[in-house]
């Protein structure tokens, strides 16, 4: 049964139960991305800018009706006409970058859905998050098109000339969520993001600046799925791990050991 309260209200109570928490000597609680965001808007002083969620949706919401309406991307004439805008939490402290949406994502109209994305999203989980804890985004927002038919599940990788005209979006969507780290998926967001021109294999496991932020490389998801292998699978929950330590996330011994005996 829920009971209606106030913020206000609510604020109190949740004062009260922080304050004997602390008195009783517990130092620091875990709280999810998404319920610190809430905090932040819930704490927020009369007239006091919001730098959390509230603020940030509202530049998401006009980067992504300007990538509706992309120029560059749509006069190119080599991308499909269904938009796929980035999902998540805009004040996450990981944001996951992808290549471009599939068919799946099309018809959902939300990025890493797919078999994919339900990768993806189990490795948000076994890093101890929920995928809505998280900001997922990919280089670009138009699914690469091929012939001039339905094109089924095919997708094909985009070109040089569609990355160029579509990462000013994500640019400007990492401007704003400001995440401590971008976790590369891939080739396309690794050359895309930061100009590298090497294999993933070689350029993953080491951090990079991103301008302010922080970045890492890893394996898509779709190339593991792919590939089946086992030891491509640990490389890539090494990577997780890495990026877990960086962030001072806790790592359990389950997770440690996760890929340990496989
Ligand atoms: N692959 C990607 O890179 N992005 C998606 O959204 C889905 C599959």
């Known amino acids: 049964m829920s009971v209606p309260i106030s913020p206000a209200g609510s604020l109190n109570l949740l004062n009260n139960y ?8 517990v130092t620091d609680i875990l709280l999810t991305e998404a319920a610190l965001g809430k905090l932040r808007i819930l704490t927020a002083k009369p007239g006091q800018q919001v730098t959390g969620s509230a603020n940030k949706a509202q530049e998401l919401a006009e980067i992504r009706e300007r990538a ?3 120029q560059s991307c749509l006069s190119l004439g080599t991308l499909r006409d269904t938009m796929v805008f980035s999902v998540g939490n805009p004040d996450s402290r990981i944001v996951f970058i992808g290549e471009a949406p599939g068919s799946e994502e099309e018809k959902q109209g939300e990025p890493f859905v797919g078999p994919a994305g339900k990768l993806l999203t189990k490795i948000i989980e076994t890093m101890g998050m929920n995928r809505e804890d998280v900001y997922i985004s990919n280089i670009l927002k138009f ?18 000339e569609e990355v160029a005209a579509s990462i000013q979006c994500v640019r400007d969507e990492i401007d704003v969520v400001r995440p401590e780290l971008i976790i590369a998926l891939g080739g396309c967001a690794m050359q895309g993001l930061l100009e590298l021109d090497e294999g993933v294999n070689r350029a993953r496991g080491k951090l990079y600046d991103l301008g302010a932020h922080k970045a890492m490389v890893t394996f898509h998801p779709s190339y593991l799925l792919r590939s089946g292998a ?25 997770q ?5 005996d496989r």
Request: proline share 5%; charged share 35%; hydrophobic share 25%.
């Open 143 to 160: 699914r690469p098109r091929i012939g001039n038919t339905d094109q089924g599940a095919k997708n094909r990788k985009p070109s040089a």
């Open 230 to 254: 086992n030891s491509e699978k640990r490389k890539l929950w090494e990577d997780m791990l890495m990026a877990m330590s960086y962030l001072r996330m806790p790592i359990s011994d389950k």
């Open 18 to 25: 922080l304050r004997e928490l602390s008195d009783s000597g």
């Open 256 to 260: 440690e050991n996760y890929f340990k």
């Open 68 to 70: 509706t309406h992309s």
